[in-house]
């Protein structure tokens, strides 16, 4: 009987310590008594092993052991007086430390559940019967991950650490390759970043090859300062992105110069009608429209090809954009590490060239980063460079700060992405 109950405590280890357990069961909560074994052990203050029992102590941990009732163990120990010095005496407690009311049991299902990045310390506390403050006092003395070795190729992005942060972005190291998480920073502030990056080993950062990041100029100065021999890629991405915004406020410039009766439609153009209705016709991925739009305003269905052949041809301007705008997606998408640095000048002068005031920018901005771009149609273990990985992560690390209102401390927020996002991150200790 005493063994069976040993057995579903999983207190297999402690059952030499115990004298007798006992169950008591209050409302949707089980309470166990154990009596600790009369321990031998020598006086702390004289090392004499023989005493007397003076009295008796009670101690609550808190051990989670059933899915779906709250468990607590009321442990009784002993305190001994010295037959030699009189020294009174506690014996130790199993299960837990001194100070501690959680078995250790308990401690590493929380700090597994601290594992699942969607998991909030509130419904850890409630699913242990414990406070979620108790639960981050467990997250904060065990978990403090190590910073991750430095790739050959990283990915750098920031994200937004929410308006009631102090800090306003952290910076976040990725590897290309593996996708782990290698270190997170507190801020997207050129001299800050180059400050903690330089405490990082010379012969590390001597190593990395490749930097991906997206068009901000301050990593450029960061990367060349703390990665002497890394090239930098822009991810293609982004600049993909820029391309379809300047897209996109072209057609809203032309749009609205058919615009005629903002308040009610019917009075609308047509032509302002199908540039609003069908705006994605100008950013989207042709192969990922469908085959036909039915129009309910034309009453009519338009394939594809003839919707789009409708649209381009409602404005000059906006047809000699859009097919700037494809002449690049076709270069990004075809181009390899043998495309020079001439191939991708042709094809800025063609945006220099523009009518629109907004390509002519994207030209500008093509030129500024024409090097970087040239470096992202390089491959690494078959893989053209870029940053869908960390984009796929700051999205994780989002979820992570909504489930936790936002962290005030920056560097619990760090060790939590760490922890939950890397795999087999180490405990402290472990
Ligand atoms: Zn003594």
Redesign the pocket.
Known sequence: MLNDTINILSLESYREQIETIELVKEKNHLVYLIKQKRQNI???????ME?HIHSYMRKKIVHSIHNDMSCHLLITYHRYR??????V?SEPVMLAKRYETISQYTRMNVLDDLRVSTNTFTFIGSKHNISAQTVINLFDEYVEPRRLKLSVVICMDEFYLGKRSKLKYACVLLDFVSGAIIEVFDTRHKHKLIDQLLRIPITERMAVQYVIIDMWDSYRAVIHKCFPNAKIAVDSFHVIWHLNRAMNDIRIRVMNRYKKNSSSLIHNDIYYYMLKKYYFFLVVDYDRLAKEYVIPKLKTTYTKDNLLYYLLSIDKELRAAFELKEIYRDFNKTADQYTTLEDLEDLIQKFRKSSSEEMKKVGKMLHNWQAEILNSFTKVEGKRLSNSKIENKNSQIKTIMKTANGYKDFYRLRNRILFSLNKNTSIKGK
């Open positions: 020598a006086c702390p203050t004289c090392g004499f005493s010295c037959k030699h010095c009189k020294q005496y």
